[in-house]
């Protein structure tokens, strides 16, 4: 079974590498960007045919090493 994980900076915390990016989008010339937020995506490889087990690891994975739940959210697509 495959998943993509998505973790992302909570709205209001402070993004200084979205704001890295969107000056070089704008130095590069490339207009109309703004608002530029970052985040990290696993995609990961888990061995079981229950989607609601995996859906379950897959959380506490989240919960105790992929994410900082303090400042980041997570989604997990199965």
């Known amino acids: 079974m495959k998943a993509r ?22 130095a590069l010339n490339i207009k109309g960007v703004s608002n530029v937020r970052q985040g990290k995506v696993f995609d990961v490889d888990i061995f079981t045919d229950d989607s609601v087990a995996a859906k379950q690891n897959l ?19 199965i």
Request: aromatic share 2%.
């Open 59 to 77: 959380q506490a994975a989240c919960e105790k090493l992929l994410a900082n739940t303090v400042i980041e959210n997570y989604s997990i697509e």
């Open 5 to 26: 994980i998505v973790v992302t900076l909570k709205n209001g915390v402070l993004d200084p590498q979205g704001k890295a990016i969107e000056g070089a989008l704008e």
